[in-house]
């Protein structure tokens, strides 16, 4: 369950940092979610995410984007969605056409006398 939980909280992070692509920089919630910087240093390595050093007031710190191969995973997880929902709207025609035809066969029973 806790898996799950994680792997939820990546996909949101995710897909918040694509809704800003390729503009938008992010550093403290890329390391709420990520937790350990050995974690991090691996997404970056594998192309998910790319770091940048910004140096602000004599301070720095890391800043996250994007990264190429994310890209794949969003278009995945969209598509994933998107099956979901063409699941549904499957089944509401079927069970549409299934009540229709009911209807049809009932009106025709009645049209032609047969109860």
Same mark, same amino acid.
Do not use: C
């Given at each position: 369950?806790?898996q799950? @939980?994680?792997?939820?909280k990546?996909?949101?992070?995710?897909?918040?940092?694509?809704?800003?692509?390729p503009?938008?920089?992010?550093?403290?919630?890329?390391?709420?979610?990520v937790?350990?910087?050995?974690?991090?240093?691996?997404?970056?390595d594998?192309?998910?995410?790319?770091?940048?050093?910004?140096?602000?007031?004599?301070?720095k710190?890391?800043v996250y984007?994007?990264?190429?191969?994310?890209l794949?995973l969003v278009?995945?997880?969209?598509t994933?969605?998107?099956?979901?929902?063409?699941?549904?709207?499957?089944?509401?025609?079927i @069970?549409?056409?299934?009540?229709?035809?009911?209807i049809i @066969?009932i009106?025709?029973l009645k049209?032609?006398? @047969?109860?």
């Amino acid at each position: 369950m806790k898996q799950q @939980i994680e792997v939820k909280k990546f996909e949101k992070l995710v897909k918040e940092m694509y809704r800003g692509f390729p503009n938008w920089q992010f550093r403290k919630m890329v390391e709420d979610v990520v937790v350990t910087k050995e974690m991090r240093d691996q997404l970056i390595d594998a192309k998910f995410l790319v770091k940048e050093q910004h140096v602000v007031d004599r301070q720095k710190y890391d800043v996250y984007m994007l990264g190429p191969n994310a890209l794949t995973l969003v278009s995945a997880w969209e598509t994933e969605e998107l099956t979901r929902s063409i699941k549904k709207l499957t089944w509401a025609v079927i @069970i549409m056409t299934g009540a229709s035809l009911i209807i049809i @066969i009932i009106q025709t029973l009645k049209i032609f006398g @047969i109860s």
